[in-house]
């Protein structure tokens, strides 16, 4: 499954169908950032049962499920939004996508009823990649790297994320999707 498109930032990696890293498994990965010190990223289809006011204290109740984002730096806590009208600072990272921005901010707008969960996805840890190191994962055929779109980010089924990018990346990779995790299970 060699990528033919180049990493960037607003690109998603579709992790192999076998790939053994238990992190990556099966997995949707958007990056955030891919400059010449590296790359940032957040997989999109990891959600937990944990919600964003389960861990920050006096948040205001809202049911956004916690994603892990990647194995670095697991205690700290990311998002991703569609609202930069209503969260300031965020960094474009694809068309209708942003990274991070004012918390407090966030928080306020969500307080007041003006971020629906469809909105924003939080994140704890991310996914990150030395110099180079992405492009030799891409080139060892690790990665898919493809175009996505707000409405593919944001969607609601993320447990399904991994076998309909495989399947939007043509009927080349198709039947790729419906491979087993566990080859001896076919």
Do not use: C
């Not at 060892?140 to 779109?149: D, E, K, L, M």
């Not at 409405?151 to 009927?171: P, Q, T, Y």
Request: proline letters at 6%.
């Amino acid at each position: 499954m060699l990528s033919k498109i180049a990493p960037s930032a607003g690109k998603i990696l579709i992790s192999e169908p076998f790939m053994l890293d238990p992190q990556f498994r099966r997995s949707v990965v958007l990056l955030v950032e891919h400059a010449e010190q590296g790359s940032v990223g957040f997989v999109l289809n990891q959600e937990t049962e944990v919600t964003i006011p389960d861990i920050i204290p006096g948040f205001p109740l809202f049911d956004a499920r916690i994603y892990i984002g990647g194995p670095v730096q697991t205690d700290t806590l990311h998002f991703i939004h569609k609202i930069p009208q209503l969260v300031e600072g965020g960094v474009e990272v694809e068309q209708g996508v942003y990274w991070g921005g004012d918390f407090d901010q966030l928080k306020e707008q969500i307080k007041l009823g003006h971020v629906m969960l469809e909105d924003v996805m939080f994140f704890l840890g991310y996914s990150g990649w030395s110099p180079e190191q992405l492009t030799e994962e891409i080139e060892g055929n690790s990665w898919i790297v493809a175009g996505t779109q707000a409405n593919d980010i944001f969607s609601e089924d993320h447990d399904n994320l991994w076998k309909k990018a495989v399947r939007n990346l043509g009927n080349k990779y198709a039947h790729i999707a419906n491979f087993p995790e566990n080859p001896m299970w076919n």
